[in-house]
């Protein structure tokens, strides 16, 4: 067995498929593992990771990831989640004594960044959505229409859409509301705010990124495997019409009896040949898929200027910022720029408009954020600070874009998918790429004739919701 790209998508294929006893050979084509979410070692020796990643309640397959390669004590879980508005205004999401769906009530109704009418109209859709069961009427015709439109629809006012559903939504799908598909959007409420009273806890790791992935190498070479980096692809062989081999530089070439290709759609694109697209309807329109981009701003302070491990600021461009050095703990020694210092990383999701900007312009602006939103920040000296810019962090989760999204298993002989933009049910997220790997491998199981289940349920809806739902 062969897995083409060391990404969560490919580990998770890989890992899994060790477990059942198959020879692994994954390859990666740069020189460490975890692909668009993992970490960079700056000019001056300081690991940076590319974007803060984070994990929620309701990603089931992410964490029994965690698990299998024994990082799931790495992931600290929080129960409140922290906003700020640029008048000072603070919410907070956390769960009260209530039953789901009630259990986010009492924060819900103290949340001051938004007026009555606001609160009034979110929670008129938040009622649809629990009413049908996270499938709204008119989301199950099969007709294709963004997040904005359906929250007009139900008369949401600016502010539940600026306040609300846009910090929510823009960061967990990295997307405008405009260009998300509706279903997306609404599931996003079901599954984390609504059908389970756990589903909204955030896990953020507590170490570098790269450092989760130490597990994934260990978990498949103890099985027998093999993990080869600086391994970048160059073709791959059809005869037949199957796959039959992966070109590596130099012409080298691998061979195996099934092959995982975990890489981005606009990579596996390129790498397929015409004749494939010729004759697959469904591999030809993977060029359809658009992407979206993230851009992680990085900024060392002299002092300590932030005491909450993450907040969320509210109309600003700077979207989240995370308290690295308190997350990583003194027991790391990461993290701060110098006795006393902190480091923080904010996160930009959808920053289509910033990908042309020049990274000093990006710093300054987000460092007038920050010195708004924390005082302590208005005297701190900036030590450092840099910009990593990933202009295809995800693909677009658009309306009608499942159209594009092909199955794990492929009308080639022998070649499976995986890759968050693959047929999972999920948009674009750490949990989908986990979930496509783990598809992928139940894909390679069935076709060999030893079929098995590696991917997890949904967390089962609680409280109100299970007696109605």
């Known amino acids: 067995m062969i897995v083409i790209g060391g990404g969560l998508a490919g580990l998770a294929a890989g890992v899994a498929l060790a477990e059942t006893g198959w020879h692994v050979r994954l390859f990666e084509q740069r020189p460490f593992l975890g692909g668009r979410a993992t970490s960079y070692v700056l000019p001056d020796g300081e690991h940076v990771d590319n974007c803060q990643h984070v994990t929620f309640g309701c990603c089931t397959n992410l964490e029994d990831f965690y698990r299998r390669v024994g990082c799931a004590d790495k992931i600290k879980f929080f129960d409140r989640l922290l906003l700020l508005d640029p008048q000072g205004r603070t919410g907070h999401f956390q769960a009260g004594f209530l039953p789901a769906p009630l259990h986010i009530l009492g924060s819900f109704l103290s949340f001051s960044p938004l007026s009555f ?31 904005l439109e359906w929250l007009k629809r139900r008369r949401q006012t600016k502010g539940a859409i600026d306040r609300f559903y846009r910090p929510v939504l823009v960061s967990a799908l990295s997307e405008e509301l405009d260009n998300i598909d509706a279903r997306y959007g609404v599931d996003v409420f079901w599954k984390t705010v609504l059908s389970n009273r756990t589903g909204y806890r955030m896990g953020v790791p ?98 300590i200027v932030m005491t909450e491990p993450f907040l969320t600021l509210l109309d600003t461009t700077t979207q989240w910022v995370f308290n690295k050095t308190a997350l990583y703990g003194a027991a790391n020694g990461a993290g701060a720029a110098t006795d006393g210092g902190q480091y923080l990383q904010l996160v930009i999701s959808a920053s289509h408009g910033l990908l042309q900007k020049p990274r ?60 968050d933009w693959t047929d999972t049910g999920w948009p674009a997220t750490m949990e989908g790429a986990v979930r496509s790997g783990y598809l992928a491998a139940e894909a390679v199981l069935r076709a060999a004739g030893t079929p098995k289940q590696f991917l997890q349920p949904d967390l089962p809806p609680d409280g109100l919701v299970g007696l109605f739902c």
Request: glycine share 6%.
């Open 206 to 303: 507590t170490i570098q990124l790269a450092e989760l992935y130490e597990g994934c190498h260990a978990a498949i070479k103890s099985k027998g495997g093999e993990v080869t980096l600086r391994a970048p692809v160059r073709g791959l062989r059809i005869e037949n019409g199957a796959l039959n081999g992966i070109i590596f530089d130099g012409g080298r070439e691998a061979t195996a009896d099934a092959y995982v290709i975990a890489l981005p759609h606009s990579v596996f694109d390129e790498l397929l040949p015409e004749e494939v697209k010729r004759s697959d309807a469904v591999l030809s329109k993977v060029c359809n898929l658009k992407d979206s981009s993230i851009t992680g701003v990085h900024l060392w302070f002299d002092r």
């Open 360 to 419: 000093q312009e990006i710093i300054d602006l987000c460092l007038k954020e920050v010195r708004h939103a924390l005082p302590a920040a208005r005297d701190a000296q900036l030590i450092k600070a840099t910009v990593i810019k990933e202009a295809a962090a995800t693909f677009s989760p658009e309306p009608g874009c499942d159209r594009w999204r092909p199955k794990q298993e492929t009308s080639v002989p022998r070649l499976f998918l995986a890759g």
């Open 117 to 147: 009418a606001d609160k009034f109209s979110i929670a008129r859709a938040m009622f649809d959505i629990f009413l049908h069961k996270g499938k709204p009427s008119d989301l199950r015709q099969g007709a294709d229409i963004s997040m």
